[in-house]
Each structure stands twice: as C-alpha cells, then as structure tokens.
C-alpha cells in the first residue's frame, strides 16, 4: 500500500502491517508499538542512507511487520563488499540508537525505566535482524558477499530457506503458546510474514538464475 513519497522515494505499507498493528493494540501493546515504529523508520532511513552514500538509488523504503526493507534499484545484480554494508547499516543504526538511550539515561533525558525498555527494542530487532535468513538484514549480507563465490542462485535457495524454516519455528512456538493459554497474535502474524516473504524471495528470478 503506498503512503506517499520523499524526494522520489516511494514509502510503502506491507499489507500485513496493519493486522500486525491491531494484533499489537489488541494484547495492549499500544506504547510499545509507537516506539517500535519509530525504531523501524529509523532503521530503514539507515538503509537509505548508506545505499545513498555508496552510489545506489533508493526506489522505495516499505514498512513490514519486522522493520522495512528499501528496494533498490538492481539490487539482484549488486553483491559484494557495498550490498553487504547497506544490509548491516540498519541493525548499525539500531544499536547506536540503544547507545543513545543509555547516553540519555545519565543527563535525565530519559527516565532508567524508558531508556532500558527502547534499548531492548533496538537490540532484539538488531539481534534478530542479523539472523542469516532472507528477508533479514543479515541473510542479505551474507548473500552479498557470498554470492560471487558460490552463486546468487544457491545462496538465494539457502538463505530463503532458512527464512522458511526460521518462520516455521517461530509459528510452531507461538502454536505452542496458543496450546497452555498465552496467545500472542503477533508472534503468529510476524511468523506467517516471514514464512511468505522467505518464499517471495526466491521466487524472484537472479541474475544468474
């Protein structure tokens, strides 16, 4: 769904998100989800930013229930060294903004309780975003540098898998929680995403393959 645009950059809403959003509010986790969404913004602009930075055209930064992903453009034939630092500029991003909070902390910007709950959301989304798999920050990195030795074609089928059964995991886990009583709709719907952009990923043809 597109929301608009910023110096030719088309902004974009997954589809998915809004039922994530709801899932969130439902289980009261409305603060939570307005800070996570200003993390999320200022994960993806990183990515923007350091694309812009090494000479790639941003074409459009999409908002998702794990953060965002900026479509760039070429990026199936980009690899290497470049491609891999516009993957790991978010989860950069992520921990110098969970830097900041502790910075805040000390000059009472800040309360203790505030800082400690933003730099957890930066962590986990940085912790979890550097998990090898496709969609994820870190499954592109590594596909970036790894891709001319081995091949985009077979890193692209091995990293989306991973993407799968990372997916299928977490949905086992929040099937799991379901079966003794803790429902999180958002595990679920966070789940199920990642299960379908994994798939959407190597459906996309390379430029080797």
Same mark, same amino acid.
């Given at each position: 769904?597109?929301?608009? $645009? ?53 074409? $459009? ?49 800040? $309360? ?74 958002? /595990?679920?719907?966070?789940? $199920?995403? /990642? ?15």
């Amino acid at each position: 769904m597109r929301a608009g $645009s910023i110096r030719g950059v088309v902004l974009e809403a997954h589809p998915a998100l809004p039922l994530f959003m709801a899932a969130m509010c439902a289980q009261g986790l409305g603060r939570t989800l307005a800070v996570g969404v200003v993390v999320l913004v200022l994960h993806e602009l990183a990515h923007a930013l350091a694309a812009h930075l090494l000479g790639m055209r941003v074409l $459009s930064l999409e908002l998702t229930p794990f953060g965002a992903c900026a479509h760039l453009e070429g990026l199936r034939e980009q690899v290497g060294a470049r491609c891999a630092l516009v993957a790991l500029a978010g989860p950069a991003a992520n921990a110098l903004l969970a830097a900041a909070a502790l910075a805040c902390v000390g000059g009472g910007v800040l $309360s203790r309780w505030e800082a400690l709950r933003f730099v957890r959301l930066n962590l986990v989304l940085m912790g979890f975003n550097l998990l090898p798999a496709l969609p994820l920050d870190g499954g592109r990195a590594l596909m970036a540098l790894l891709a001319p030795r081995l091949g985009a074609e077979r890193c692209l089928h091995a990293f989306s898998a991973a993407g799968e059964m990372l997916g299928g995991l977490l949905l086992a886990l929040g099937v799991w929680g379901a079966t003794r009583g803790v429902l999180n709709l958002s /595990l679920l719907l966070a789940a $199920s995403y /990642l299960i379908y952009a994994a798939a959407r990923e190597r459906s996309v043809p390379t430029a080797d393959g």
